[in-house]
């Protein structure tokens, strides 16, 4: 019962190739998340998706591009990888509605290797 | 400037022992959230405890609470009688504004490490 999950887990590719990975929750929840996670643990928000609508849209590279096809998924592009895109990549997600104190699901995380 | 501050990198404890992990946080808000995630070193997430500016009460979950102090903007996570399983990294996070979905900021994290 994997409440919310991601593929692939792990991802190794060259430097220039294009890749997604995928984020699906089954928790019912209203929003979705993506985070990167660097190598020395820093979590930093990238975007989010309220109802299938971008609410959230940090300062990332346009090479970086979320696609929430419904409520219960929320995909993450990537063209032109560069080195320093290796990280663990986190999908989350949380019901706003319940309020301020909505706690975020996190997935198990993708980490991406570039080389 | 940073919103969350984690001024413990690392801390050893030993078995049993209660442990506290501080955290302090910036804003002008009025209305602001504060939580606090595990992540062990099977790298998922894992959320802890939550106390929102308004509560009154100390959050407590189990062997966590919270010791909110407002006026020193400060939360910081409280473990009672740890455990080996408690060695992991803590984040403590907040989430400022009336929103709630507004975004959850996040500290640089305390690596806890529990003695046997």
């Known amino acids: 019962d994997t409440a919310v999950s991601q593929t692939p887990k792990y991802l190794v590719t060259q430097m220039g190739n294009d890749k997604s990975i995928k984020c699906e929750q089954n928790?019912?929840?209203?929003?979705m998340y993506w985070y990167k996670q660097d190598s020395k643990k820093f979590l930093k928000i990238m975007f989010s998706?309220?109802?299938?609508?971008?609410?959230i849209n940090e300062t990332v590279p346009n090479r970086f591009s979320p696609k929430s096809p419904d409520k219960a998924h929320l995909n993450l592009h990537i063209n032109s990888l560069e080195l320093g895109d290796s990280a663990v990549y986190f999908c989350a997600s949380s019901r706003v509605s319940a309020g301020m104190g909505n706690e975020q699901f996190f997935g198990p995380g993708t980490r991406l290797t570039v080389l | 400037a940073q919103k969350i501050t984690q001024t413990q990198p690392g801390m050893f404890v030993q078995e049993k022992e209660a442990v506290t992990l501080d955290c302090t946080y910036d804003t002008s808000d009025q209305s602001y959230g504060l939580f606090w995630y595990k992540q062990p070193s099977s790298g998922e997430m894992i959320f802890l405890i939550y106390q929102g500016s308004y509560d009154e009460q100390n959050a407590t979950e189990g062997r966590y609470s919270l010791n909110f102090q407002k006026a020193r903007k400060s939360a910081n996570l409280v473990i009672s009688a740890s455990q080996l399983g408690d060695s992991a990294m803590y984040f403590c996070a907040m989430r400022e504004g009336r929103s709630s979905a507004s975004k959850i900021i996040f500290g640089s994290g305390t690596r806890l490490s529990i003695r046997p």
């Open positions: 928790l019912g929840h209203d929003t």
């Open positions: 998706y309220n109802n299938k609508e971008l609410i």
